[in-house]
């Protein structure tokens, strides 16, 4: 698969089959990560690679949670400013009307937009997880060196006919994670990747994305 491809078929994956990644596509994944470019090769990710039994007693902790009706920690970092100017608030309405709408839930429908969002806790059924890290006192620099780690990965991921979905709201069990993973406190949480081989059976929607000239201006 050229990088093209890799780009073209890359989704955020809600739904996987239960076959396993075997390991050593893994490691060879990861290996080939490492390449990935960060500023003065300072490499500030910490990922940990979860499945098996320690992913299945992390799924049924915060499963047990969000059912209990427990709204998470403490959040470490904000997602979005407290004003988000046009037009970012229309591309994410537009993304959960995809979304959700595909899954016959509409706006007003709370319980079954709670439903769905609850997916994210048992990784769509995949039964590998990635969760990366990243030194509290890192400037935001090194944040773009953790995004550009990340997408190489699941590039790399698409060259070995694998999918994935990255999921910022681990961040909001943070404590629960940090339960089975033991990272050192230094460490904060940035977010999860579900890891496995999309079910053919569910097929997701093409987000739109922004046309070119709103997003890329030509200088000559």
């Known amino acids: 698969m050229d990088v093209y491809s890799a780009v073209r078929t890359r989704a955020s994956i809600r739904r996987f089959t239960d076959q396993p990644v075997p390991r050593e596509v893994l490691e060879r994944v990861m290996a080939a990560a490492a390449h990935a470019p960060s500023g003065s090769n300072v490499q500030p990710w910490s990922v940990y690679v979860l499945s098996g039994d320690s992913?299945?007693?992390?799924?049924?902790?915060v499963a047990g949670r969000v059912a209990g009706g427990d709204s998470g920690d403490e959040r470490e970092f904000a997602n979005y400013p407290p004003r988000l100017r046009a037009p970012y608030p229309e591309r994410m309405t537009a993304l959960g009307e995809v979304i959700y709408g595909w899954r016959g839930v509409t706006r007003g429908d709370v319980a079954g937009r709670a439903r769905i969002r609850a997916e994210n806790w048992n990784c769509f059924g995949a039964g590998t997880a990635l969760f990366c890290y990243l030194d509290r006192d890192m400037p935001t620099p090194r944040w773009a060196d953790v995004g550009i780690?990340?997408?190489?990965?699941?590039?790399?991921?698409?060259?070995?006919?694998?999918?994935?979905?990255?999921?910022?709201?681990w961040a909001e069990y943070h404590r629960s994670v940090a339960e089975v993973i033991a990272p050192p406190p230094e460490r904060m949480l940035v977010c999860g990747m579900s890891i496995g081989f999309a079910d053919p059976a569910f097929t997701p929607p093409r987000i739109r994305r922004a046309p070119l000239s709103e997003t890329v201006t030509f200088l000559d």
């Open 55 to 61: 992913l299945a007693r992390l799924k049924k902790t």
């Open 149 to 169: 780690y990340l997408q190489t990965v699941m590039l790399l991921l698409r060259a070995e006919g694998l999918h994935s979905c990255t999921q910022e709201v």
